[in-house]
Structures are given as structure tokens and as C-alpha cells.
């Protein structure tokens, strides 16, 4: 069974950037839909980002857009969430997700937890004013 492992989280202040990575066991993952959630305290785990794989369309909360980026490569079995102009409010533990569906049209607007089928451990990203 294939594995996620995050890194790139940590403190910043806002208005700061951090790149987070999420790397992937197996070559089966990059065939597979990868998405970013984050989970704050007393909090459900809410929707960040995800693309599909190959050239795939990236899907953004309403809440990132304009300020975090996802990305992958496939050759490293990776995927980024570029997050620039922080806020305290993106304080949370992010985690990395692998999905064998395609995310199709308007997934934005219908992305859930649900959807995967692989978690990564989660890394911690704090945002100080």
C-alpha cells in the first residue's frame, strides 16, 4: 500500500509564503488525483486545492484562490501547495490526498474528504499577525 509524506510546514508571519511537498511511495500515485485539505482545531477538515494527474486542471477553495498554488510532478511523484501571502486564518495541519478519480467540472464547488482514498500524516503550518 502506497504512502503519503508531507513536509514544508512551519511558522511564518503573515503576509509570508511556505511551499509544502508531498511525496509518494509508489509510481501508482501518479496516475491518481492529488488534493490538499486542512483541518484547524475544533474544526472540520475543509477542502484546499487539488489537480488531476497528468496535465491535469487545478481546482482551488474559494478561500486560497489568487493566493496558494498546487502543482505536481509526476517524474518525482510529488505535489506542491505553493501558499503565498499568508493569513492567520490559514493556521491549520495540512494534509496530502490521493484519489483514483478524476476530479471532473466544478469540483471546487463539491470537493470532500470522502473523495480519497490515501492521507498523508498531516504537517503543521502556523501564520502569526
Known amino acids: 500500500q502506497g504512502q503519503l509524506v508531507e513536509s514544508g510546514g512551519g511558522l511564518v508571519q503573515a503576509g509570508g509564503s511556505l511551499r509544502l511537498s508531498c511525496a509518494a511511495s509508489?509510481?501508482?500515485?501518479?496516475?491518481?488525483?492529488m488534493g490538499w485539505f486542512r483541518q484547524a482545531p475544533g474544526k472540520e477538515r475543509e477542502f484546499v486545492a487539488a489537480?488531476?494527474?497528468?496535465?491535469?486542471?487545478?481546482y482551488y477553495a474559494d478561500s486560497v484562490k489568487g493566493r496558494f498554488t498546487i502543482s505536481r510532478d509526476n517524474a518525482k511523484i510529488t505535489v506542491y501547495l505553493q501558499m503565498n501571502s499568508l493569513k492567520p486564518e490559514d493556521t491549520a495541519v495540512y494534509y496530502c490526498?490521493?484519489?483514483?478519480?478524476?476530479?471532473?467540472?466544478?469540483?471546487?464547488?463539491?470537493?470532500?474528504?470522502?473523495?480519497?482514498?490515501?492521507w498523508g500524516q498531516g504537517t503543521q503550518v502556523t501564520v502569526v499577525s
Open positions: 509508489t509510481r501508482t500515485f501518479s496516475t491518481y488525483a
Open positions: 490526498a490521493a484519489t483514483g478519480k478524476y476530479l471532473g467540472s466544478d469540483y471546487s464547488s463539491r470537493a470532500s474528504p470522502y473523495d480519497y482514498d490515501y
Open positions: 489537480v488531476n494527474w497528468g496535465v491535469g486542471s487545478a
